[in-house]
């Protein structure tokens, strides 16, 4: 009996994983240093960890309600009131799902009929192309190279008059997964000014809004809430990626028809973890400053390295991410150029073009990695550039 050919078609829109198959290969070397993980190196703090194990001891250990535990909900509305000034009613605008990555499944299939469109500024978080697939969407994605990653009004309105009626939503990612840049609050206010009053979600995902270094974080639902479907979490605020909590904010509206999706998905969210979430909440407001100070410096330590061996980077602003354009006089192709510095200098970035248009010819690194990593991935990638630029020969691997 065949069957290959029974399952849902949206499957084959799905592309294979270029950062696993990478990962791979480069796992292989010895002793590498990879700067490649999307997810913080430290620890859930303490509270937190034992707000869990209470949670289990005290036989925590049955269903919550669909939207997830009050107290955390009640925690999370007041969370993005004190911090971005955004106003959500806990008891029907907030839902409590599992990880940031359920919440944008159940924003898109909520939303997507086939072949609905959804604007996605690039490079962009890869998760994103294949959730609009499985919802039966098609992803038009934007290249933002050209203006530092960053999706300026003019582009939104030239994207939009090209795929006119056929566009459902957009999805926004600020600071932004894979080049940490951010925008200000004047580019939300432009930006809001396009969407607003046409027929479009605007599908935010802030699961980084906690690690803006200079700056504050600037949610566009502060300038058109009736059209924002706001995705955070605690996955980065607070080392907790593998608790798998994420959270959901929307008018009640849009709310009401999220949570039929969110329901028939999960059921709810595993109760020790919503319970260790309510601890970062309500005790661990500002779990994230130690957390952010080590970002940045690392990120100007690399910037400053990078930047001197002749990679030109815009400076991120959040994130724990950097995205860098090969100099050009060296391998363009960065599945190439990231193959060949793991396999001769032990060193993994991830190649930009995993991250859609406008990531070819750049790397994506992550320094939630330790500086004494980041100094030696530096160091290792100074002689390579530098025999590079004496040799120019790339290998195959
Ligand atoms: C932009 C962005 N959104 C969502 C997620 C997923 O977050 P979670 O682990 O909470 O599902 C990630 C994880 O790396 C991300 O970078």
């Known amino acids: 009996m065949k069957l290959d ?24 070397v010895e002793g590498i240093i990879k700067l490649t993980l999307g997810q913080p190196d430290f620890n859930t703090p303490e509270h937190v ?9 005290d036989n925590q250990t049955g269903y ?42 159940t924003a898109l299939q909520s939303i997507c009929n086939p072949g609905d469109k959804i604007i996605v500024p690039s490079p962009y978080f890869t998760l994103y192309s294949s959730i609009i697939y499985l919802a039966g969407g098609e992803p038009i994605e934007v290249d933002t190279s050209a203006n530092d990653f960053v999706m300026s009004p003019e582009m939104l309105k030239d994207t939009l008059e090209e795929h006119g009626d056929a566009v459902k939503a957009i999805i926004l990612n600020y600071p932004t997964n894979p080049t940490g840049v951010n925008w200000t609050e004047e580019d ?8 607003r009053d046409r ?19 600037v949610s566009i639902a502060k300038y058109i809430r009736e059209q924002a479907i706001v995705i955070n ?27 039929k999706v969110h329901q028939n998905l999960v059921t709810t969210n595993s109760t020790i973890s919503q319970l260790a979430a309510r601890a970062a909440l309500e005790n661990g407001m500002n779990d994230a400053q130690p957390m952010r100070e080590k970002y940045m410096m690392r990120r100007d330590y690399i910037y400053d390295f990078m930047t001197r061996l002749g990679f030109k980077i815009v400076k991120p602003s959040g994130t724990f991410y950097m995205f860098a354009r090969i100099p050009e006089d060296l391998e363009q192709n960065s599945m190439d150029f990231c193959l ?10 991830v190649p930009g073009s995993a991250f859609g248009i406008g990531g070819e010819s ?36």
């Open 233 to 259: 979490g605690v996955s980065k605020s607070h080392a907790m990626t593998g608790w798998r909590v994420g959270l959901l904010f929307a008018p009640a509206n849009i709310m009401s028809q999220l949570v």
């Open 362 to 397: 750049h790397v994506r690194l992550s320094y939630a990695a330790s500086i004494d990593d980041i100094k030696e991935a530096m160091r290792r990638l100074e002689v390579f550039v530098k025999e590079k630029r004496e040799n120019k020969k790339i290998k195959d691997y």
């Open 199 to 217: 027929p479009i979600f605007v599908i935010s995902d802030e699961v980084y809004s906690e690690l803006v270094y200079e700056e504050e974080h």
């Open 49 to 57: 960890k034992d707000a869990g194990i209470k949670a289990i001891q």
């Open 188 to 195: 939300a206010k432009a930006f809001a000014d396009v969407l």
């Open 5 to 28: 050919n029974l399952f849902n078609t949206n499957l084959t829109k799905i592309k294979p994983n270029a950062i696993r198959a990478f990962d791979e290969s480069a796992s292989q």
């Open 64 to 105: 919550l309600s669909t939207p997830g535990d009050n107290r955390l909900r009640q925690a999370a509305a007041n969370f993005v009131k004190e911090k971005y000034d955004l106003d959500y009613q806990w008891e029907d605008e907030v839902i409590v799902t599992v990880g940031a990555t359920e919440s944008l499944s």
């Open 340 to 349: 060949d510095l793991a396999h001769s200098a032990a060193v993994a970035f």
